[in-house]
């Protein structure tokens, strides 16, 4: 099925573990982004990317990179893992009707 | 001040009935309005995208946005048990450069009593 691919959907990390989640998607949207979902903090955005080549900060950075070499593809990284990064992360690719999300990589960091 | 706020509920309503859930927003650069569905363990979902204000309608479901009083509704008429799900509602556009990401409120948890 076309759409936005997420994998892992499951990781436990130890504290000061980096790792790259994954994301891809096959509908050739210029715009993909990341977001990450807590209990009673609802959606908030961490990194996003208007094309191949371009990213730029959200509203949570600290911690995350990112890149975007393709179109298709716009990975995130996490440099040194902490507690506070457990978390649900989404990805998501825009058009001009909306967004739509990937299945979601639920962290935990120990 | 959280730019688009939302009650989180839980909102508990029997099959049938018809629901309203309801968000503001205090951003007036705002240009595009979403409601998503999101079901537990899973991404959100898009269920309407509206822009500017006014109605917009599509099988159970209508959007409602009033910009001259930030607010924006969404309906659902004759409500299943499959509606149950948590709903966001999200904002964006107007910012100009490229932070056109949304900006979401935190959901509210909709049960449909059978």
């Known amino acids: 099925n076309a759409g936005v691919t997420q994998t892992p959907k499951f990781q436990v990390l130890k504290t000061g573990q980096s790792m790259t989640l994954q994301c891809a998607q096959d509908?050739?949207?210029?715009?993909m982004s990341w977001y990450r979902q807590d209990p009673g903090m609802g959606l908030r955005l961490i990194h996003y990317?208007?094309?191949?080549?371009?990213?730029d900060q959200g509203e949570v950075p600290n911690g995350y990179n990112v890149s975007r070499s393709t179109t298709e593809d716009f990975p995130l990284r996490l440099l040194s893992a902490a507690p506070s990064q457990t978390s649900v992360y989404f990805c998501?690719?825009?058009?001009?009707?909306?967004?739509?999300f990937g299945s979601g990589t639920r962290l935990t960091v120990v | 001040q959280k730019e688009v706020e939302q009650d989180p509920g839980p909102l508990s309503v029997p099959e049938g009935a018809i629901v309203s859930l309801n968000c503001t927003y205090s951003n007036s650069a705002f240009q595009y309005f979403m409601w998503y569905r999101q079901y537990s363990r899973k991404g959100p979902e898009l269920l309407m995208y509206?822009?500017?204000?006014g109605n917009k309608e599509d099988g159970r479901f209508t959007a409602q946005v009033d910009k001259s009083s930030k607010y924006i509704s969404l309906f659902i008429r004759d409500s299943q048990p499959s509606d149950s799900a948590t709903y966001l509602c999200a904002s964006g556009g107007g910012t100009g450069g490229g932070a056109d990401g949304l900006t979401f409120g935190k959901g509210t948890h909709l049960i449909i009593q059978p």
């Open positions: 509908m050739n949207h210029e715009y």
């Open positions: 990317s208007v094309g191949a080549g371009i990213t």
């Open positions: 509206t822009y500017s204000s």
């Open positions: 998501a690719s825009r058009d001009n009707y909306g967004y739509t």
